[in-house]
């Protein structure tokens, strides 16, 4: 029983793909459909889901490198958030915590999503893994164990899973243009900040995609031509402040102009790799996850990872995705005048969330609120995590931490809670 329970949570629940292929066939099954159909729908849903996966591994390669070469550049050091770092670290403490409270935190979502007018099923696995190690490890900091812990472990990951997606999607609605699909991923007050402040500072009749290009820069229009141009500037400017040496060894031997064009455009294919995903996803899971809504939930909505609102805006992905970027450099200057922990920007959360904060923005306030909202996104990602150490317990000494703002919001308002009344 104990290994079956295992293979459940190890490599059932926590596998977005394999997780969001068996509720496409559950879906499909329960509509009655014929075995082909049942079959090419729940493989092309984890295909989809896979496809989102290589693209966004292409891009985290590429920005890997280009972090290295950042922080070398400018001689900085301090705790850089990365969800996958910091969750290493935890599992091999709280491994059968996380486990319990994402199995019985899943049910919750679920049962929530039956009896209350909140209809959304979380189906972003990783972060439900995520945010199930850092709830383990806040409630075993306060210096709980045992049931108790689990017991309201799972009902703050429950509660969560569909408050999150309940809260973005109003916002959904205007970049989606209908309510079939809802936001799973938990940076979710950072994406509804962003459409919040856009609301009131833009103009949503003026887009980011309605942007007026010159003749001689049509090529600009193109969204993996305009990626690939505009990576490839920092990149470059990068690679000369860090030196030929450095970037040698980074590189491995290759010049570094050379590299710097390379990885743009790496960079540039992982996320069109992400969108073609996404757009197999959505044409798929919406059909099969009536079923479930059918029978199981009625009217509920499938909540998915942020890459599926890039194609809505491509080049909010871009804009979105800059402005993050230069918050976080500007709210690492603020951290380092007044002496407090510096958050040095991780590129990757920067880029996911920066480019999501931009989508949302563009469609509450167009291009000005694309900018200034990733960039308010930007600077909150930058200093929830400094106030979230302190109530990691032992993991907060680690040199890198959780980068969303969800794991901020939560586990800041968790920490100081259970502290109190335990």
Request: proline letters at 4%; a neutral charge.
């Given at each position: 029983?104990?290994?079956?329970f ?42 989809g ?6 693209g ?20 900085i ?5 990365t ?7 935890a599992?091999k ?93 938990f ?31 049509m090529?600009?229009?193109?969204t993996p ?28 031997g ?9 990885q ?7 996320v ?9 996803l959505i ?5 099969a996850?009536?079923?479930i ?19 809505y ?55 000005r ?47 100081h ?6």
């Amino acid at each position: 029983m104990g290994s079956f329970f295992h293979f459940i949570i190890y490599d059932v629940l926590s596998v977005p793909a394999v997780l969001v292929g068996l509720i496409a066939l559950i879906g499909l099954v329960v509509q009655k459909k014929s075995i082909d159909e049942c079959i090419k729908g729940s493989v092309k849903t984890t295909m989809g889901f896979l496809i989102i996966g290589a693209g966004a591994g292409i891009v985290i390669a590429s920005l890997g490198d280009f972090s290295k070469i950042f922080q070398f550049a400018f001689g900085i050091h301090g705790v850089v958030p990365t969800n996958e770092a910091i969750v290493a670290i935890a599992q091999k403490s709280f491994g059968k915590e996380m486990a319990l409270i994402m199995f019985f935190g899943m049910i919750v979502n679920i049962i929530i999503a039956r009896i209350t007018p909140w209809k959304y099923i979380f189906l972003t696995g990783h972060h439900i893994l995520y945010m199930a190690v850092m709830i383990a490890a806040i409630l075993t900091a306060a210096g709980m164990s045992g049931v108790s812990l689990i017991a309201l472990g799972a009902a703050v990951l429950g509660v969560i899973m569909v408050l999150m997606p309940a809260i973005a999607q109003p916002y959904m609605r205007e970049i989606t243009g209908s309510d079939d699909i809802a936001l799973g991923h938990f940076s979710t007050i950072s994406y509804v900040l962003s459409g919040f402040v856009a609301k009131r500072v833009g103009n949503k009749a003026k887009s980011t995609e309605d942007i007026s290009v010159p003749k001689s820069l049509m090529f600009l229009r193109d969204t993996p031509v305009a990626i690939s141009c505009t990576m490839a500037v920092i990149f470059l400017v990068s690679c000369a402040f860090a030196g030929k040496d450095y970037v040698n060894g980074v590189s491995g031997g290759q010049y570094w102009v050379v590299f710097s064009l390379i990885q743009a455009i790496t960079f540039a294919a992982g996320v069109y790799i992400i969108l073609q995903g996404v757009r197999m996803l959505i044409s798929e899971i919406v059909p099969a996850f009536k079923g479930i809504s059918d029978k199981l939930v009625p009217n509920s909505k499938p909540a998915l990872d942020c890459p599926i609102v890039f194609p809505y805006a491509p080049n909010a992905v871009l804009i979105g995705f800059i402005s993050s970027f230069t918050a976080g450099l500007v709210g690492m200057f603020i951290c380092y005048i007044t002496h407090i922990t510096v958050i040095i920007p991780g590129v990757v959360p920067h880029f996911f969330i920066g480019a999501t904060a931009g989508v949302f923005g563009n469609a509450m306030g167009g291009r000005r609120g694309a900018v200034i909202g990733a960039f308010c996104e930007g600077l909150l990602i930058t200093f929830l995590p400094v106030f979230l150490l302190p109530v990691l317990g032992n993991l907060g000494y680690s040199n890198t931490t959780f980068s969303d703002s969800d794991f901020g919001v939560v586990g800041i308002l968790l920490g100081h809670i259970v502290q109190v009344f335990h």
